[in-house]
């Protein structure tokens, strides 16, 4: 090590010295855009300011693809297994009296010829924290096709919200 690094070494180390000794004397500094200001008791706080520099953007929600609500959506209009065994399709479950009536309207879709229901999925886009919606096309034998937005729920997979529930099971009532 030379005798110049060693000077400079310990230029640099009394250059922080006196920054710190400043700061907890209470000055204050506007330099370089970050302000630094005096609080009780040599308690302090450093605040960034940055201008015109972009933010950086929200990292690009966590959306499903449409085959995966297809797989939601099918799984829901099997009409040959029970509401009750579909609980995992559905936020929150389906309880004892929703899986009934479900499981009736169902039974009358099937007996009116409504069934099978086919689906158009589109229109994917996040809608708040581990939540999407998607446009949702239903059309079935004997009915009128309909579109809604629909939305899921990410809960460790994709699931029909409660609300979009009741929604598509409407479908089997018209």
């Not at 310990?10 to 907890?24: D, E, F, K, N, R």
């Not at 706080?45 to 972009?54: C, L, S």
């Not at 809604?148 to 029909?160: E, P």
């Amino acid at each position: 090590m030379t005798l110049n690094s060693l000077a400079k070494g310990i230029a640099t180390v009394a250059g922080v010295a006196a920054v710190a000794a400043a700061v907890t004397a209470g000055l204050t500094s506007a330099s370089e855009g970050v302000t630094v200001s005096s609080a009780s008791s040599a308690a302090w706080q450093v605040q960034p300011v940055a201008f015109g520099v972009p933010m950086p953007l929200d990292p690009a929600a966590d959306l499903p693809t449409a085959d995966q609500l297809y797989g939601v959506l099918n799984g829901l209009a099997d009409p040959g297994v029970p509401f009750r065994a579909k609980s995992y399709l559905v936020e929150g479950g389906i309880g004892l009296i929703e899986g009934r009536t479900a499981d009736a309207l169902m039974r009358n879709a099937v007996a009116k010829g409504q069934v099978p229901l086919t689906f158009e999925v589109g229109g994917i886009t996040p809608a708040g924290a581990s939540t999407a919606t998607a446009s949702v096309t239903a059309s079935g034998p004997g009915m009128a096709t309909q579109t809604q937005s629909i939305t899921f729920v990410d809960q460790g997979g994709w699931k029909l919200s409660r609300s979009s529930a009741s929604q598509v099971l409407q479908l089997f009532s018209a």
